[in-house]
């Protein structure tokens, strides 16, 4: 059975900390994507990436960073959170140009007190 | 960008009735898909849709992509308790020079038994 995996399911970080979300993939997916989930806003786009170590801008990138260096492996950086980031971050994956659709993963959880 | 205009944005209905929702956007977009959402989970793809016209069903749902390649529904026929959810559409198009999914802001379903 294909996975995403997010390392946290539920995480608690203080406003200023740096956090790293975690997302693994065992498909051999080119493409890797970070999401996050607000009521009401539906799927907003933060990071994608078509390649090891290729990166590119979603629709709202201020505050994150990413960093693929393993094909596997895509992580989402907050570098100093703020409580306005407190969200459901999602992890996915796709093959080929993506038309086939993505695969999740199951989601963290972020708070930010 | 582009944006995915889907309605409702939640629905209560009881068991055993049908559910109809759709996305609608000003842009075309190549591929439609639809994914549902569980509780604490993340998003499953239910159905893909890759030709204009084309209506898809698996099982109890029943989806379809609009002649002019700016809308889709999705129909769920005899409601049970485990169709409780959040729907999302998403439409696949070369966006920024890249083949990315856009999606609407997602039909939250709940069910009286």
């Known amino acids: 059975d294909v996975k995403v995996t997010q390392s946290s399911r539920y995480l608690v970080k203080r406003t200023g900390e740096k956090v790293f979300l975690e997302c693994v993939q065992d498909?051999?997916?080119?493409?890797m994507f970070w999401y996050r989930q607000d009521p009401g806003l539906g799927l907003r786009l933060i990071y994608f990436?078509?390649?090891?170590?290729?990166?590119e801008k979603g629709d709202i990138p201020e505050g994150y960073s990413v960093s693929r260096e393993k094909k596997e492996r895509f992580s989402l950086i907050l570098e100093s959170a703020s409580t306005n980031q407190t969200s459901m971050y999602l992890c996915?994956?796709?093959f080929g140009q993506g038309g086939y659709g993505y695969t999740f993963g199951s989601g963290t959880r972020l708070t930010v007190v | 960008g582009q944006q995915l205009n889907q309605s409702p944005q939640s629905m209560f209905i009881q068991e055993g009735e049908d559910v109809s929702m759709n996305c609608t956007s000003s842009?075309?977009?190549?591929?439609w898909l639809w994914y549902k959402q569980d509780p604490g989970e993340g998003p499953v793809l239910l159905i893909a849709?890759?030709?204009?016209?084309e209506l898809t069903s698996n099982g109890r749902l029943t989806a379809q992509f609009g002649i002019t390649r700016k809308d889709s529904f999705l129909n769920i026929s005899a409601s049970i308790p485990s169709d409780v959810g959040i729907y999302f559409c998403a439409g696949s198009a070369i966006i920024q020079g890249a083949q990315k999914l856009v999606f609407g802001q997602g039909t939250r379903l709940t069910i009286n038994p």
């Open positions: 849709l890759y030709k204009a016209g």
């Open positions: 996915a994956s796709s």
């Open positions: 498909m051999d997916h080119e493409n």
């Open positions: 842009s075309i977009f190549n591929t």
């Open positions: 990436s078509y390649d090891v170590k290729m990166k």
